[in-house]
């Protein structure tokens, strides 16, 4: 498959550590944030999302924050495992309306 | 089906051609989403619908691109006369029900390339 995010920014990690993926969003009345992963040559898939009336949300191995003050997304992965290996998207969705818009992207790297 | 499938997975077209990309939502969904997305970049919003109805279609570039969704499943993408900067992957997502605050669900993607 074609590879996903060739310029993008880079996080190495060693396999086991914990990653912290950050993201700025642009819309303050977003109300609605999700994380997905991207694998080359795959669409998006669904990680984890947050409601603007929440500030942290916990999944399996993951843990999404939301600071609205400075408009803040960010993603913690605890025990990073090669499989986590893609490029992260942050995505807002605001009420009323339609559309998600993603920002840029992350490269996630995990060194064996 | 299981998932979102999309047709085809590649495509290459000579500039000017004609295209259509086809997406097939997860059954029941009622709403469908296309995306574009240029490599090393994330998806760019397109179009949006609610069942057969298309409400936004804000994001498509220009009147060379068309979608239809005629009986709220199966959607079409046709982009017409394509252009060399119509190259990325083409993405479709759906949700259980409509709104911008539900989970979405993508397909793989057809990789469109415009020589």
């Known amino acids: 498959g074609e590879s996903v995010g060739l310029h993008l920014p880079t996080l190495s990690v060693q396999e086991g550590d914990n990653s912290i993926i950050n993201c700025a969003y642009s819309n303050s009345a977003s109300d609605y944030f999700i994380w997905y992963k991207q694998e080359s040559g795959k669409g998006p898939q669904f990680i984890i999302d947050?409601?603007?009336?929440?500030d942290k949300r916990q999944g399996q191995r993951v843990t999404v924050l939301l600071n609205k003050t400075v408009k803040h997304l960010s993603l913690q992965i605890a025990a990073t495992q090669p499989g986590d290996s893609a490029v992260y998207f942050c995505a807002e969705g605001e009420a009323g309306t339609y559309k998600y818009i993603f920002g840029t992207g992350t490269r996630l790297k995990v060194l064996a | 089906g299981a998932g979102v499938s999309q047709s085809p997975r590649y495509k290459v077209a000579k500039r000017g051609q004609d295209v259509a990309l086809r997406c097939d939502p997860i059954?029941?969904?009622?709403?469908l989403f296309w995306y574009q997305q240029a490599l090393g970049q994330g998806p760019e919003f397109l179009t949006y619908f609610q069942n057969e109805a298309q409400l936004d279609k804000s994001g498509l570039p220009s009147d060379r691109f068309f979608a239809e969704r005629p009986e709220g499943s199966v959607s079409t993408l046709k982009i017409q006369r394509t252009q060399q900067e119509d190259s990325a992957v083409y993405l479709c997502a759906s949700t259980r029900s409509g709104g911008a605050l539900n989970e979405q669900f993508f397909g793989p993607g057809t990789r469109l390339t415009v020589l």
């Open positions: 059954s029941g969904h009622v709403s």
């Open positions: 947050i409601r603007s009336n929440m």
